[in-house]
């Protein structure tokens, strides 16, 4: 019976070893378990970014380049449409000042066939053309002449063209026929058109361009002479408003290319 004691008392003895034991381990359990969940939270709070090397960044960087190239892609095809509508624009606007102007020439023309203000046995100095060459004494000289449509007979005529200037500061005076070494001598119905190329000497500042022309006399025709001045700076002015209007036109076309 004694025996029997003994073995439960050293039984007692190591239960209550063991249940101490397994207190311990479990409370150690419990502290490490908090200890890693803390360690993990705080280390999902300090931990940096995925990094472009990592494939959600990869995934990512190419989501954003392709967001960026559809966007670049529409802005092109915006700037394309618009390129080529002012184009458009510039061409159209090119062909109908182009188109106004010969209009505008055409109909001074006719009226100047049906009517005119100032003529010998009805022709008329119906008007000059100047322009400038390639070199700054070169120019080019259209001269037109008019006869009403009433008159139906030939006339002939004798026409002198006179440059007026300086030359060396000096008031001077040439004449076209002696410069192109040809006579101005026509016979026409309605209209005469005379285009000549000149050359002028070194130093020679060209002014007003006088225009004479004789209406010789025959039969049912009395004759007479006709004189009209031109200044040059005019003449040069309005074939300059054209060009440099083509021009600005041209050099936009350029820029938006």
Known sequence: MLNYHRWLDRLQVLE????????????????????????????????PEATPNSASGKRKLLQELETQAQALASRNLALSIADNANKEMQEMFSQQLSAQKALEKELAFYRSVMVTDADVEGVAIHGVELSQGVA??????RLIL?????????VKTNATVLLLG???NQP??????????KKLDFEFNYFQIMDSDFVLPSGFNL?????????????GVKGGEIEQV???????????????????????????Q
């Open 146 to 154: 008019t006869q009403l449509q009433k008159r139906k007979v030939k």
């Open 16 to 47: 209550r070893k063991n249940r101490t034991s397994s207190i311990y381990l479990i409370g150690l359990m419990v502290v490490c378990f908090l200890l890693g969940a803390i360690s993990f939270n705080l280390w999902l709070s300090f931990a």
């Open 207 to 219: 002014q007003r361009i006088m225009v004479k022309v004789k209406v010789a006399a025959s039969r």
């Open 172 to 181: 001077a005076e040439l004449s076209l026929s002696k410069l192109i070494n």
């Open 136 to 141: 700054p004494e070169q120019y080019q000289l």
């Open 230 to 256: 031109f200044n040059v700076p005019e003449l040069l002015m309005g074939e300059k408003e054209l060009r440099v209007i083509l021009e600005q036109n041209s050099q936009v076309k350029d820029n938006s």
């Open 166 to 168: 300086t030359l060396n």
